[in-house]
Every structure is written in C-alpha cells, then in structure tokens.
Nanobody, 115 residues
Framework: QVQLVESGGGLVQPGGSLRLSCAAS????????MGWYRQAPGKQRELVAS???????NYADSVKGRATISRDNAKNTVYLQMNSLKPEDTAVYYC?????????WGQGIQVTVSS
C-alpha cells in the first residue's frame, strides 16, 4: 500500500514563503510523477506543480516564477517551495503520486495566506 504524508503548511503573511514536503512510502515504482494540487473553498482542485522522476517540471501559470518543485528520489519525497505568497494562494494543498498507473493522494494540508 502507498501512503503520502504532507507537512509544512500553516499561516503565512502575504509576501512570505513556505515549503511543503510530501513523503511517499510503500511500493513506489521507480518511474513516477509526483505533484502538488490545491483546492480553495468553493473551487475545483487544481494543479500547482508536478515533477517526473527525471526532474521534468510543470507549473500552473498562477504560480510560475513563485514556486519551485523538487524531489529527492532516494527518499521518495517531493517539495514545493512557494515565495511571494498571495491571499489567493490560500487553499488545502494535496500531494499526488502517479505510480505504476495508479493515483494516490495525501490527506491535504492547509495553507493560509493572511495578515
């Protein structure tokens, strides 16, 4: 069984930064895609950023230039560094793993950007 555990969320002031982490455990295939999605109240879940096992990245337009996704394959961990945070970044952030054709989600972690 695959488990994803997120950490690093919380309350941040506008203009601030935070770093989210997601550690995957279980039967992790070598070739996979890890990513971060977010869901704000009343809105659909949306992609923030994703990264392949080879390091290829994809970002939502709304976070380009402010977010950096990275991963440590040895630890099966993905990170999301977000800078210049805005109130509209407030959402529950979910880690996602595409592993051997199956999709797994973390439990979600709250990020609130407010003064």
């Amino acid at each position: 069984q695959v488990q994803l555990v997120e950490s690093g969320g919380g309350l941040v002031q506008p203009g601030g930064s935070l770093r989210l982490s997601c550690a995957a455990s279980g039967s992790i295939f070598r070739f996979n895609v890890m990513g971060w999605y977010r869901q704000a109240p009343g809105k659909q879940r949306e992609l923030v950023a994703s990264i392949t096992d080879g390091g290829g990245t994809n970002y939502a337009d709304s976070v380009k230039g402010r977010a950096t996704i990275s991963r440590d394959n040895a630890k099966n961990t993905v990170y999301l560094q977000m800078n210049s945070l805005k109130p509209e970044d407030t959402a529950v952030y979910y880690c996602r793993l595409l592993n051997f054709g199956s999709i797994y989600w973390g439990q979600g972690i709250q990020v609130t950007v407010s003064s």
